[in-house]
C-alpha cells in the first residue's frame, strides 16, 4: 500500500483527545481509503441468497439501497431484540462510565472517539433509543436518540467494520457488555440491506461451494498438502503422507485452510502432519483430513447469525460421514469461539460422536464431552503430560519466544494455559509479555473479524499498535524474536505488523514448533527448521 | 455551557421549585408528602418488575461468557473456577464478586502513550473506588433511614448508626456516609465533565440523576444540621406513611418545605428507575457474558428458536467435483 503513512509519522498523529466542543452526534463520518474494506462482490452475496445484491461503493453518495430500507433496519432491531437477550440488556444498561474507552485496540491506534467502545455501541443505541423507547420518542436527542439516516448507516457500516469483536472492552466492563455482541447485531442488521464488504462475502462463499474460505477445490487442497510432505521429507527423511476423506478414521482434524495456503501459516500446517505422522508410526492413531470440511474458520461468524450455522454445518455432517469417534480442530481464533459457543448449541448434538478419549494417554476429554471436539494444543498437552512425545526442545534454541494469545481463546474460551505448556515443552527460550497484554487482557492483531483486506491496511496497522508495541518492548528488553500464536488470521495478519512497526520479530504457530523438536522415527539428522533455516549449531554445516 | 448538564441541573432546580411552591405557597402538604410518595414506591416497584420480565422474555440462544482466566481442561491444568467458572457455583461466585466488589471494574487500567513510544496500561483504581464508595455510602443512607420507618429501630440498624457516627464534633451528631455520598457523587460529576472523552460520551441522563441524587443528599444534609426541621412531626408522618395512620394536616405543615423537597426528589428518583440506566442494578443479573458458565463443550446449550437452515452438502459437493477429485486419488461415494 503506497498510501500507508510510515510508522513513525502515523504514531506521531495518533491523538486520544476528542475535537473540542463537538458532540459525536455533530462530527460526520469521513469514509477514508485505508480504513475500510472493498464492498462485497455480487457474485458472492448471491450464493447465499443475501438479499439486495448489487455493485455499490461506500465512496459514492447513494449506496443503493431498497426504498424501505428504514423499515427493514427498524424490523430487525425489533426481531433481534427478542432474540438476544445479551442484545437487549447491552441497549438498556450502559451508564457510560467509561471504562471500556481506552481499552478498544482501535481507539488505541487511531484515538478516533467514535472506536471508543461506548460510543460504538451508541451509534446503535441512539437508533435503538428513538424507535424503541419512550424517552427516546419523547425528548430525542436530549435523551441521546436519533433517527435512523443514511449518514448514520454509513457511520454504522464504517465503525462496525472497524471493530474486530475481539471482547476485551467486555472484560473491563461492570456489566460484561460486549462489543462484539453489538457489532455482530449491527452487522446482521447491515447484511439486512446487502452491506457487506468482500473480504468476508468472497471467502464465506467459497467456502459454501468449495468447503474453504480460499475456494481451494478438493484436488488442490490435496496437491497443496503433497507440497508440504515433499518438503517435510527433505528436512527428516521422513514421509508424512496424510489421509484425506478416510472413512473409519479414528479423528477428523479441522483447521483453518489459510495454513494450507500462505506463510508462515504453512509450517504450522506441516507440524500437524508431522505429529500425526509421529502418532500413527509410534501409536498406530488414524488422523484424516477432508476436503469438504477443509475450513476451519467461519467468516459467516462475521456476517449472521445463520451464515455461521450454514457454514459451521460440514463439520458433524462429516464427521458423521466418515464414522470417526471425535473431530480434532487446528489453531484458530474466532473457528475456537465458534466451536466452543456456538457449535453445539446450532448443529448438535453431536450424538453420532463419542466423547473425545486420548487412544494414547487414556485421557478423557471431560470439558469438550458434549461438543465432541477438541483443541490441538489440549490434544498436545496431553501427549506431552504422558511423555508421549520424544522432543528435542534445542532445535528451537534459535528463538526467543513470546505468545500472543488470541482473543477468541482468551475471552471465548479460556484456553491460555495449554499453548504455554507445549512451548514450553518443545523450546527453551519463552518470555510473557507485560501482564496487561497478555491473557484475558490481550490485544487483537487488528485483523480480526474478517478485517485482514488489503485495502484497509492502515486501520489494521492502527489496531495492531498495541500488540506491536509490546512486542517490540519485548525484543529490545529480552531479544525476542518470535512471536507465536494459535491462530491463523494472527499468522496471516502479524507479520505485516511486525514488520510495518518495526519489531524484528517473526510470526510462528505453536505446532511449527513442536514440529521442529518433535524427533520422527526413522528420522535422518535434521540439519535445517521447517522454515529451511539451519538448525541451532548447524550455521557453519550449511555454509560448507 | 453543555446542554447535557445545564438541562438536567436545571430540571432538578425546577423539581425543588415545584416542591416548595406546593407546600409553602400551596399548602399541598399531602401531595408532596403522601400521595406522590405512595404513588413513587408502587411505580418503581411495579417499573423494576415489568423492566426484569422485559429483559427475561428475550431469549438466550447462545451460552456466551466471556472467559477471564484459564478454563477447566485438562485435570492438571489449574483452573480459574470464578472468571471462567465451569459450574453453577462458579457463576454464582463470579456474579457475587461482580455485584458486591465491582470485580471487572477493579481491573481498570489506564492507558498511557510515553515519550519513548511505549504505551503502558497501568492500574487505575480511582473510577473502582469512587464508584464503589458511592453505592456502599448510598446504601448506608438508605439503611439508616429505617429509623424513620420502624419502632422500635432493631439492632443492626441500631449497630450501624453508631458506627456511622462514630466520629463525633459536637451536637448533632456526624453522619459520615451522608458527607461521603456527596463527595462520591461531586467526583462522579467532576469526572464526566473534567475528562474529555468522558463528557463526549456523557448523556443528559447521565447528569439528571448524578443532580437529582445531589439534591436529594444536599437536602438532607441542610435540613438535619442546618434548616433543622421539626424531626418529631417528619416522622410521625414517615411512621404514618408505613402504618397507614397520618398525622393531622396542622402537624405536617409544620415539618418544613425543606422536608418535602427532599422527599419528592426521591419519590422522582424512584419513579424515574426503572426507565432509565439506573436499571443497571437489575440488569447486570440478565447479563449473558457475566452470569453463564464457560462449560459449552461439555454441557449442551439448547436455542429456543433453533432453525433449520440451508447447507451445502455432501453429495452437492461431490457432484460439484467428483471428476476432479477421482482423477486426484481421492475417495468418492459415488463412482460415476
Known amino acids: 500500500m503506497s498510501d500507508l503513512p510510515k510508522s513513525d509519522e502515523l504514531f506521531s498523529h495518533i491523538d486520544h483527545r476528542p475535537p473540542k466542543g463537538k458532540d459525536w452526534m455533530d462530527i460526520p463520518v469521513d469514509i477514508r481509503p485505508g480504513m ?75 484515538g478516533d472517539p467514535k472506536n471508543m467502545p461506548v460510543l460504538r455501541a451508541e451509534l446503535l443505541r441512539s437508533v435503538y433509543r428513538n424507535d424503541f423507547t419512550k424517552a427516546g420518542k419523547i425528548l430525542g436527542r436530549l435523551a441521546g436518540a436519533r433517527p435512523m439516516t ?37 452487522r446482521e442488521l447491515l447484511n439486512l440491506l446487502g452491506l457487506n464488504i468482500d473480504w468476508i462475502a468472497t471467502p464465506v462463499s467459497n467456502c459454501y461451494q468449495t ?19 515433499e518438503d517435510i521429507e527433505e528436512i527428516t527423511g521422513v514421509n508424512c503422507t496424510p489421509n484425506y476423506n478416510k472413512k473409519g478414521a479414528d479423528i477428523l482434524f479441522i483447521t483453518p485452510s489459510g495454513d494450507v495456503f500462505a506463510d508462515p501459516g504453512t509450517y504450522t500446517c506441516m507440524g500437524y502432519l508431522m505429529l500425526f505422522q509421529f502418532l500413527k508410526d509410534k501409536y498406530g492413531l488414524d488422523v484424516t483430513w477432508s476436503t469438504y470440511a477443509s475450513e476451519g474458520g467461519n467468516f459467516g461468524f462475521f456476517t449472521s447469525h445463520e451464515t455461521m450455522k450454514r457454514l459451521n454445518a460440514k463439520m458433524y455432517a462429516e464427521a458423521k460421514r466418515l464414522g470417526v469417534k471425535w473431530i480434532l480442530g487446528g489453531e484458530c481464533g474466532h473457528m475456537w469461539r465458534v466451536i466452543h459457543q456456538y457449535m453445539d448449541t446450532m448443529n448438535g448434538p453431536a450424538d453420532h460422536l463419542e466423547v473425545p478419549v486420548n487412544p494414547i494417554t487414556g485421557t478423557t476429554f471431560e470439558n469438550a464431552a458434549s461438543t465432541k471436539m477438541v483443541h490441538i494444543t489440549e490434544f498436545t498437552a496431553d501427549l506431552i503430560k504422558h511423555g508421549k512425545l520424544d522432543l528435542d526442545p534445542r532445535r528451537n534454541d534459535n528463538l526467543k519466544i513470546t505468545f500472543h494469545d488470541s482473543c477468541n481463546p482468551a475471552r471465548g474460551m479460556g484456553l491460555l494455559e495449554e499453548p504455554r505448556y507445549v512451548i514450553n515443552n518443545v523450546a527453551n ?42 512486542v517490540k518492548y519485548m525484543a529490545d528488553k529480552f531479544d525476542v524474536n518470535m512471536l507465536a500464536c494459535v491462530c491463523a488470521i494472527d499468522r496471516a495478519a502479524l507479520p505485516d505488523l511486525m514488520n ?19 524427533i520422527l522415527p526413522g528420522e535422518k539428522k535434521r540439519e535445517t527448521d521447517l522454515r529451511g533455516e539451519p538448525l541451532p549449531g548447524m550455521e557453519e554445516e550449511a555454509d560448507e | 455551557m453543555n446542554v447535557k448538564y445545564f438541562y438536567s441541573f436545571l430540571a432538578v432546580l425546577v423539581l425543588a421549585l415545584i416542591a416548595w411552591v406546593g407546600c409553602d405557597l400551596l399548602g399541598l402538604q399531602v401531595l408532596f408528602g403522601v400521595i406522590l410518595p405512595y404513588i413513587a414506591v408502587v411505580v418503581f416497584l411495579v ?117 456511622d457516627t462514630f466520629v463525633q464534633i459536637g451536637q ?132 429456543p428458536w433453533n432453525y433449520p437452515v440451508n447447507v451445502h452438502t455432501y453429495e452437492e459437493y461431490e457432484d460439484d467435483f467428483r471428476e476432479k477429485m477421482i482423477e486426484a486419488g481421492l475417495p468418492v461415494d459415488k463412482k460415476e
Request: net charge neutral; hydrophobic share 45%; aromatic share 16%.
Open chain 1, 36 to 110: 475500510y474494506c472493498y464492498s462485497a462482490n455480487p457474485k458472492s452475496m448471491e450464493t447465499l441468497s443475501a438479499p439486495n445484491v448489487r455493485k455499490w461503493n461506500p465512496l459514492e453518495e447513494d449506496w443503493l439501497l431498497p426504498d424501505n430500507w428504514q423499515e427493514i433496519l427498524h424490523n430487525g432491531l425489533k426481531e433481534r431484540l427478542e432474540k438476544f437477550r445479551s442484545f437487549k440488556v447491552f441497549m438498556d444498561i450502559c451508564v457510560r462510565c467509561g471504562a471500556c474507552a481506552d481499552k478498544c485496540h482501535y481507539f488505541i491506534g487511531t
Open chain 1, 150 to 186: 443514511l449518514e448514520v448507516l454509513k457511520e454504522w457500516w464504517y465503525y462496525f467494520f472497524q471493530c474486530s469483536e475481539c471482547r476485551r472492552c467486555s472484560v473491563f466492563c461492570p456489566y460484561g457488555i460486549d462489543t462484539a455482541e453489538i457489532t455482530i447485531m449491527g
Open chain 1, 211 to 229: 468447503g474453504n474460505h480460499l475456494g481451494i477445490q478438493p484436488h488442490a487442497f490435496k496437491d497443496m498438502l503433497e507440497f508440504f510432505v
Open chain 1, 429 to 470: 527460550h519463552f518470555y510473557e509479555m507485560p501482564a496487561n497484554t497478555i491473557r484475558e487482557n490481550t490485544f487483537c492483531c487488528g485483523s480480526g473479524s474478517g478485517l485482514n483486506a488489503g485495502e484497509d491496511m492502515e486501520l489494521r496497522m492502527c489496531g495492531g499498535l498495541p500488540r506491536a508495541n509490546a
Open chain 1, 500 to 518: 510495518y512497526w518495526e519489531t524484528g520479530a517473526d510470526v510462528t504457530g505453536v505446532h511449527e514448533l513442536v514440529g521442529n523438536a518433535l
Open chain 2, 47 to 163: 417499573g423494576f418488575f415489568l423492566r426484569m420480565m422485559d429483559w427475561a422474555r428475550s431469549t438466550v440462544p447462545f451460552q456466551i461468557p466471556t472467559t477471564a482466566g484459564q478454563a477447566k481442561s485438562l485435570p492438571w491444568i489449574k483452573f480459574n473456577a470464578i472468571d471462567s467458572p465451569f459450574t453453577t457455583g462458579g457463576v454464582v461466585a463470579r456474579m457475587f464478586f461482580e455485584v458486591v466488589t465491582f470485580r471487572s471494574l477493579f481491573r481498570n487500567t489506564r492507558m498511557r502513550v510515553n515519550p519513548d513510544g511505549r504505551i503502558s496500561y497501568d492500574i487505575e483504581l480511582w473510577l473502582w473506588l469512587f464508584a464503589l464508595a458511592f453505592h456502599y455510602t448510598f446504601f448506608v443512607v438508605i439503611l439508616r433511614h429505617a429509623r424513620f420507618f420502624l419502632e422500635p429501630l432493631p439492632l443492626p440498624f441500631e449497630i450501624l448508626e453508631k458506627i
Open chain 2, 172 to 303: 448533632p451528631v456526624i453522619s459520615m456516609s451522608s458527607f461521603a455520598l456527596l463527595g462520591t457523587v461531586l467526583f462522579l460529576f467532576v469526572r464526566r465533565v473534567y475528562l474529555p472523552n468522558i463528557r463526549m460520551i456523557s448523556l443528559a441522563s447521565d447528569f439528571f440523576p448524578l443532580f437529582l441524587i445531589f439534591g436529594i443528599v444536599f437536602t438532607g444534609i441542610f435540613m438535619r444540621y442546618f434548616a433543622k426541621i421539626d424531626v418529631t412531626a417528619a416522622k410521625e408522618l414517615t411512621y404514618g406513611l408505613v402504618s397507614f395512620n397520618l398525622p393531622s394536616l396542622a402537624k405536617m405543615q409544620g415539618i418544613g418545605s425543606i422536608f418535602y423537597i427532599h422527599v419528592f426528589f426521591v419519590s422522582v428518583l424512584l419513579v424515574y428507575f426503572p426507565w432509565s440506566k439506573l436499571m443497571h442494578m437489575g440488569g447486570i443479573f440478565l447479563s449473558p457474558t457475566r452470569n453463564m458458565a464457560n462449560n459449552t463443550r461439555a454441557v449442551r446449550h439448547v436455542n
